[in-house]
C-alpha cells in the first residue's frame, strides 16, 4: 500500500466501509466520516504491529478471540476524556432535587445509580461525593453502591487505580480535596478509600441486551451518545427507560439531545430526563 511521506498509512475507502460497518452493527459507534481521524490516531498503531494496511489490521481484530484488539481500536477512535464536576449543573440538580425525592421514597434505603460510560472513574467518583456530602451522618445508613461501567477494560483499570493527577482535580473544592483524596508522594491524588468503596466496575457494551436484576433509580450516560446515529441512539434510550424506575432519572451530555417524540422520558431541563 502507498504512504505518505509523513509515514501515515492510507485508509481506503472500500476499507473505511468495511469497518464502520462492523462497528456501527457492534458497538453503534458511527465512523463513516471519520476517515482522517481514524488513519491520525491508528497509523502509529499498525506500524507498532508490523502491519502495512488498514485491511491487515482489520483481519487481525477479527482473529482477536481476547477482544484486545478491539477494545485498543475504540479507545483509539474515542475519547476517553472526562474530568471530575464535569456539567456542574447535574450534580447540583442531584443536590437539591433528586436526592431529596429518593430519601423521601425508599424506604429500604436502598438507591440504585448507573455510571454508564464511566471513562477513568471521574463521573462515578463525583457522584460518590455528592452523595456522601449530602447524606452526611445519614450514609452510614443507606446503600448507595454505584455501578459503573465501560466498553474499554484498560480504562476500568485506571478508574479502579483512582489515581489522578493534580491537573485533572482543578475543578475539586479545597474542601472536597481534603475531604477525599489524599496526596501521593509523585504528586499525584487517589481518591480515598471510602469513596472508592462505593463505587463497582462492570466492562459493558451498551449494544449489548440490559440483563440487571433491579431498575434504577439514576442513570447517568454523558457525552456518549455522539457517537451514536439516531436510530441506535433512540433504541438505547428506550432499553435506559426499561431499566428505570418510575420517578427515576436520565442525565445525558449538554451536547447531547433525545428526540422528545421518540421517548416516554419526559423533558424535565437540558439534559436531564425523568421517566
Not at 464502520?20 to 452493527?25: G, H, M, N
Not at 502491519?51 to 479507545?75: A, H, P, Q
Not at 456522601?132 to 487505580?161: C, H, M, N, P, V
Not at 428506550?238 to 424506575?245: C, M, Q
Request: proline share 4%; with cysteine; glycine share 4%.
Amino acid at each position: 500500500m502507498e504512504k505518505p511521506s509523513s509515514g501515515m498509512i492510507l485508509l481506503t475507502d472500500q476499507e473505511l466501509k468495511e469497518m464502520s460497518d462492523f462497528v456501527e452493527k457492534n458497538y453503534g459507534i458511527v465512523l463513516i466520516k471519520k476517515k482522517t481521524l481514524i488513519q491520525g490516531r491508528l497509523s502509529h498503531t499498525l506500524r507498532e504491529r508490523g502491519l502495512s494496511s488498514f485491511r491487515e489490521y482489520m483481519d487481525l481484530i477479527y482473529k482477536d478471540k481476547s477482544g484486545v484488539e478491539i477494545t485498543n481500536f475504540l479507545n483509539k477512535i474515542t475519547t476517553n476524556h472526562s474530568y471530575f464536576m464535569r456539567e456542574e449543573e447535574h450534580f447540583r440538580f442531584l443536590r437539591e432535587t433528586v436526592l431529596p425525592y429518593l430519601e423521601a421514597n425508599r424506604p429500604n434505603k436502598v438507591l440504585r445509580i448507573w455510571s454508564a460510560a464511566c471513562s477513568a472513574g471521574q463521573e462515578p467518583f463525583t457522584l460518590a461525593m455528592a452523595i456522601d456530602e449530602y447524606f452526611g451522618s445519614r450514609k452510614a445508613a443507606w446503600d448507595t453502591t454505584i455501578l459503573a461501567t465501560d466498553l474499554s477494560a484498560q480504562i476500568l483499570e485506571r478508574a479502579k487505580r483512582a489515581v489522578y493527577p493534580e491537573g485533572e482535580i482543578k475543578d475539586v473544592s479545597a474542601a472536597w480535596r481534603t475531604k477525599y483524596f489524599k496526596k501521593l508522594p509523585d504528586g499525584n491524588y487517589q481518591v480515598c478509600d471510602k469513596i472508592r468503596k462505593e463505587v463497582i466496575y462492570r466492562k459493558m457494551n451498551l449494544m449489548d441486551p440490559f440483563q440487571f436484576k433491579h431498575p434504577f433509580d439514576l442513570i447517568l450516560c454523558r457525552n456518549v451518545m455522539i457517537y451514536f446515529d439516531m436510530d441506535t441512539k433512540e433504541d438505547l434510550v428506550e432499553k435506559f427507560y426499561n431499566v428505570t424506575v418510575p420517578g427515576g432519572y436520565l442525565f445525558i451530555g449538554h451536547s447531547e439531545g433525545i428526540n422528545r417524540n421518540a421517548t416516554r422520558f419526559q423533558y424535565v431541563q437540558p439534559a436531564i430526563y425523568r421517566k
